[in-house]
Each structure stands twice: as C-alpha cells, then as structure tokens.
C-alpha cells in the first residue's frame, strides 16, 4: 500500500494526531514532493506499493521534513561524508533497480511476501 501521512509520521518520530498546522503542512509538502521526485528519479510508471518505492518515499520525505538546508552540520566532517554516501548509494541502487529491473507490479504478484 503506499506511504501515507500517518507513515512519514511515524517514521519521522511524530505523532500524527498531534500535529500543529505547520507540521501538518511540511509533513504533507514532504510527501507530495518525494512522490515527485522518485516519480522523477524512475518514471511515472513505478509501482507505488513496490517496498523499495516506499521506503525510498519515507526516506526523501523524512529527509525533507528534518532537513531543510542543503548541508548538515550536525554531522562530522568525515562521519557524516561517510553516512550521507552510504544512504546515497542505498537511494541510488534502490532507484536504479526500480527504473530498469521490471519488477512487476504488486497486483501481479511483486508486492511484499
């Protein structure tokens, strides 16, 4: 099934009944732009409920929400090059295995066992 507001709060660490106007509004822009942009990354033909879509979704829009400059400082000159390239390796192969490896959709059997 594919990733709804409830998800990325959960994965963000909030509560989504407890949410103010404007978190509820970045949680909501989040999500709407990492369907775009995975939508952008494999074409507008990727299976939504594909879980290495999904968690490619919660991954952009946990990003998007936490993070709103374009660097890090929270994170050391060499941990934190080291961790942002692990996760952009993982994104990168997850997205480059969904864009040319024909899974098939999940009504067709290609979702979750």
């Known amino acids: 099934m594919a990733v709804t507001k409830h998800d990325v709060c959960e ?9 103010d106007p404007v978190q509820e509004r970045r ?3 989040a999500l709407a732009a990492s369907r775009l942009w995975l939508r952008g990354a494999v074409g507008s033909d990727v299976d ?20 709103r400059s ?5 994170l050391s ?3 934190g090059g080291k961790a942002a390239a692990s996760l952009n390796r993982l994104a ?4 480059m295995q969904l864009k040319y490896c ?12």
């Open 11 to 19: 994965y963000v660490g909030l509560e989504a009944e407890y949410l």
């Open 27 to 29: 949680v909501d822009q």
């Open 48 to 67: 939504m409920d594909n879980p290495m879509a999904e968690e490619l979704v919660l991954m952009a829009a946990g990003e998007m929400f936490e993070n």
């Open 70 to 74: 374009l660097t890090d400082d929270r």
């Open 77 to 79: 000159k060499y941990a």
């Open 92 to 95: 990168h192969d997850a997205i």
């Open 102 to 113: 024909g899974f098939p959709k999940s009504e067709e059997g290609g979702g979750a066992e």
